[in-house]
Structures are given as C-alpha cells and as structure tokens.
C-alpha cells in the first residue's frame, strides 16, 4: 500500500518530520517576507529555486563574522552575518531532481526540511512552487566599502521600478565582471521575489548597495576617480559605438546609471552625471527596452576595462 501525504515516509536527503500544513509556526514567518514591510522589519529575504538557492547556500561556505545588520538586535535574536541561510525546505520530488543543491546545503551545515509543494505554495509569488526554498538574511553592503579607487565598473539603478528589469540588470553586472550594483531608495526593492528570481543567483555575487540618493552616489564616485555616465537617449549624448568622435574615454573607471523603463532619466537626475551616452538605433526599432540597453553599455565598458 502507497503511503498516504500523513505518513509518507521522509527522504534520506532531507530533514522530519515533513511540513504539510502551510500555516505552521516557520513557514508562516516566512511567509511575511513576501511582503516589503515583512522584508524591512526582519531582514531577511525569500529565496526560490533550485539555481538560486544553490548559490545561497554556496555562499553560506564563504561568510566570514560581521556586524549584525539593522533589526538583529531584537531581545532572543542572534547576531547573523549578511547572507546567511537560515531555512530551507524541499519537497522529496525536488530533492530526487536536484540533490547537488540539497547535498551543498547539508554540507555547508544546514537542514533542508521536507514539505509537501502544497505547504510551500504560499511562500510564492508564481502560479507553482518551484519545491525547494530558503530564507536568507539580506546582504546588502555600505557605498563607501564598494565605490573604492579600485572600482572600475559600478553599476546604477535610478528609479528603475520593474523587478525583473532590476533583476536582470544585476544579472548581466554580475555576468560582466561588475565591482557593484548600486539600488536607489527610488528603485524597487532588490529582495522583491521577481527581482531575485530574475538575477538567477547573482545576488549572491556581486556587491548590493540599497536605500541611498543618485547625489550621494555620484558625488563619491566622482571623490574615487570614477566617470558617472547616464545611459539617455536624449540629445546631447555621446554615441556609444564611435566614443573616439565624442570625446568619450570607456577605459575610465566608470559608474552606469541607468534610468527608469517609461520616461528613462528625469533631468535632475541626468544632472547628476558627468556625461551622457546613447545606444545607436541601426535599424526602425524605437527604442530599446532597460535591460537590453543596460547590457550594452555594461560590456562595452567591461570590454574597454580589460583592453
């Protein structure tokens, strides 16, 4: 006889008594951070998925002892360090397909608990639950420690509100080599669950700096030797693929700011950049959407960079 959902037997990879009711004590905590207040208060952020919490958890190996951030020091709270993996649950199904990710958890001294996909159905903001999950305490570091004289690419979101834009942008930072990622407090929040689906993981790559000004950001990484260009479509603006007609020096340490997808940079904002630049339009298309344009300009710097 097959085992019923009350008695199914727990996997060899993952940790009982399987969770089945979604309202129990954790999952329920956990649920909070789907929302952006439950986020701010705790700290601490959702992460689905095999990928992502494959990196989480490979990170989890790499922490060293820092100070605990903003809202850990709360009465019975231990101290964290930023990016520390606190739970994970799996459904048994997940851990058949993916038991590398179960097995780096393990490894890096977790438990992974076994929960039915029913359970963990409402720690998701999708129409399915990818079976596997972790709450991670946010990771994000202080401007001053990553816009150094040694930065040569930073990357800034300005007002950038569509979480699998941000997401994606992080994505491709990552993916170029960038120093850092740089999230206005105009910007959406980098631990929605879109936003840290779409950076597959690079999250846990690449430098976060959240809730500071564009002012702020510019004005320190022009104090460090960096050039801070607006990516703007906009007359007057230097044309990216022929820089050596424009003045435009793209072996410079350079801070990208990119703006938001409908209305693009708003004119104070663009006031706060040295210089701004133009992807060339070859063909009929009117513009280019965020992350598309944002690419471009990232490996074009990262391309000069390494010359």
């Not at 009711?21 to 705790?42: D, F, H, M, V």
């Not at 050596?244 to 801070?255: K, Q």
Request: aromatic letters at 4%; charged letters at 25%.
């Amino acid at each position: 006889m097959s085992a019923t959902p009350e008695s199914a037997p727990v996997h060899p990879l993952l940790t009982g008594p399987e969770v089945r009711n979604p309202l129990s004590s954790k999952l329920k905590e956990a649920g909070k951070l789907l929302r952006r207040t439950g986020r701010k208060r705790e700290r601490r952020f959702l992460v689905e998925g095999p990928q992502a919490v494959r990196e989480a958890v490979r990170r989890q190996g790499e922490l060293r002892p820092v100070a605990a951030t903003a809202g850990q020091h709360e009465e019975g709270r231990e101290p964290r360090p930023a990016g520390a993996v606190l739970d994970v649950w799996a459904t048994p199904e997940t851990a058949e397909r993916h038991p590398d990710v179960v097995e780096a958890a393990r490894g890096a001294g977790l438990r992974v608990r076994q929960a039915t996909a029913e359970a963990l159905a409402g720690l998701t903001d999708t129409v399915a639950s990818q079976g596997i999950l972790a709450v991670v305490e946010q990771l994000d570091v202080e401007l001053a420690d990553v816009l150094t004289r040694q930065a040569r690419l930073v990357v800034v979101l300005s007002q950038v509100r569509d979480p699998g834009n941000a997401g994606t942008v992080l994505r491709v930072a990552d993916a170029a080599g960038a120093d850092a990622v740089v999230v206005t407090s105009s910007s959406v929040d980098v631990y929605n669950p879109k936003t840290v689906r779409s950076t597959a993981g690079s999250l846990f790559h690449v430098p976060v700096v959240t809730n500071v000004g564009l002012p702020e950001v510019a004005e320190l990484a022009r104090a460090r030797g960096l050039q801070v260009l607006a990516a703007d479509a906009h007359p007057p603006a230097h044309d990216l693929h022929v820089p050596w007609d424009t003045g435009l020096d793209l072996t410079r340490p350079t801070a990208w700011v990119f703006g938001n997808e409908a209305w693009g940079l708003p004119e104070a904002d663009r006031a706060q950049c040295d210089s701004a630049v133009a992807v060339p339009l070859y063909g009929r298309a009117e513009s280019l959407n965020l992350a598309t344009a944002a690419s471009i300009c990232i490996y074009e710097s990262a391309k000069h960079v390494r010359l």
